[in-house]
């Protein structure tokens, strides 16, 4: 049951960071609204927050739309007896990986963020991806970039 649990962790941390990106500024996370729920029938609560998610699905950008694959690549890779409404036995397993998942992918986007981020032209970057000359992995069609690495164009000391 540990995977499971840290599963629907993970699944909550990136619910949430798309939930930041995609509702209105009044609207609660997507933790206050379902993270309980989450806890007692993790089955159902995937269910709603994928469904309240949809609702926001002609705002959605690259990334959000790159995290929603990542959400759904979360539950494929779960085994069919584990996608119940059997609650999360290691709560702390949940919460942990709830908020690593979210600290780890705060920190992504997209080439044509990355674009906008760093000043200088997506086909550019996506030949650097690549190349394997920055930080990115290719979901898809599209590259995911780590923010937090230096701008390629930036002068090298």
């Known amino acids: 049951m540990a995977k499971r649990d840290k599963d629907f962790g993970r699944f909550l941390g990136i619910a949430n960071i798309l939930g930041e990106r ?8 997507v933790s206050a609204l379902y993270q309980e ?29 790159v995290l929603m694959d ?8 779960m085994d069919e007896e584990d996608f119940t409404n059997e609650g999360i036995e290691d709560k702390e397993q949940f919460i942990l990986q709830s908020h690593r998942q979210r600290g780890l992918l705060s920190n992504l986007m ?9 000043g ?12 394997g000359k920055i930080d990115a992995v290719k979901i898809g069609k ?11 164009s930036a002068p090298k000391d």
């Not at 990542?70 to 890779?77: F, N, P, R, S």
């Not at 200088?120 to 190349?131: P, R, T, V």
Request: net charge negative.
């Open 22 to 29: 995609v509702f209105e500024e009044e609207r609660r996370s």
């Open 37 to 65: 729920k989450l806890k007692k029938n993790p089955a159902k609560a995937v269910q709603l927050i994928h469904e309240n998610l949809m609702q926001y699905q002609n705002s959605f950008t690259d990334n959000d739309w």
């Open 70 to 77: 990542i959400l759904g690549d979360i539950i494929a890779d």
């Open 110 to 118: 997209s080439s044509k963020h990355a674009s906008e981020y760093w």
């Open 120 to 131: 200088i032209s997506e086909g550019y970057i996506k030949n650097l991806c690549a190349e």
């Open 142 to 152: 599209s590259w995911v970039i780590d923010k937090r690495q230096e701008n390629p």
